[in-house]
């Protein structure tokens, strides 16, 4: 089951930047926090992850909260391409261990 | 990154009949693979977990008569809808583990006329 609180729709005017909240306060210790985003009829694209430290590559930044019960990620400059539905996750370590899908937050990007 | 490709992109068929997807990890060995189904504007829902060699693990409520698994190999798995009917139109997506990270297909349009 879902384990994130997401808010269901965000809007981002283009070249700014775009925090996508993302609420995890049951996390586990030893959960990790992964970023998924899904443009339409497409399979969901890797972000970004973390455990407790913040985390940025070339696509984002990621900020998990001190306690680790939330989680923000940041895209720095939207462009219109960055429309889409972006997942929070959190999963525990382990190739067995399985990504379940909340809904989402939709992000539009606007000119 | 790593990719994972979907064969069909599209797929159309008659109630009553069986259809097949395959899941492939082009470079990339893949121990564990899972599929997942969404509905329109829904979110992704879990269907199972397989691993290389060995039967999958459905998730609660998934039939596993209905949607058959094989994963064959370490960059191959297939999902078989089998007696399709109109309630089985969706989306399937399937995902294999790599490493650190997990990589998702673009996905399979099943429409069950």
């Known amino acids: 089951d879902a384990k994130t609180t997401q808010p269901p729709s965000m809007d981002c005017a283009e070249g700014r930047a775009a925090n996508l909240p993302c609420n995890h306060s049951?996390?586990?210790?030893?959960?990790?926090v992964y970023w998924y985003r899904q443009i339409h009829s497409q399979g969901p694209q890797y972000i970004i992850h973390?455990?407790?430290n913040n985390e940025t590559n070339e696509m984002a930044s990621l900020i998990i909260t001190e306690d680790r019960k939330s989680s923000t990620l940041i895209l720095p400059h939207a462009t219109l391409r960055d429309t889409a539905v972006y997942y929070c996750i959190v999963r525990p370590p382990g190739t067995g261990n399985q990504f379940y899908f909340g809904t989402g937050t939709s992000l539009t990007v606007i000119p | 990154g790593a990719v994972v490709s979907q064969h069909p992109s599209r797929v159309i068929c008659k109630s009553g009949t069986s259809v097949k997807i395959e899941c492939r990890s082009l470079d990339f060995q893949a121990t564990t693979m899972f599929w997942y189904r969404q509905f329109p504007k829904q979110s992704l829902m879990l269907m199972a977990t397989s691993n290389e060699g060995s039967k999958a693990t459905y998730e609660q409520g998934v039939e596993k008569d209905k949607f058959l698994i094989n994963h064959a190999s370490l960059t191959l798995s297939t999902l078989t809808v089998t007696s399709a009917h109109p309630e089985d139109s969706s989306f399937y997506i399937c995902?294999?583990?790599?490493?650190?990270?997990?990589?998702f297909g673009p996905g399979t349009r099943l429409t069950v006329t």
């Open positions: 995902s294999a583990r790599g490493d650190d990270e997990q990589y």
């Open positions: 973390g455990l407790k």
């Open positions: 049951t996390i586990s210790g030893n959960e990790y």
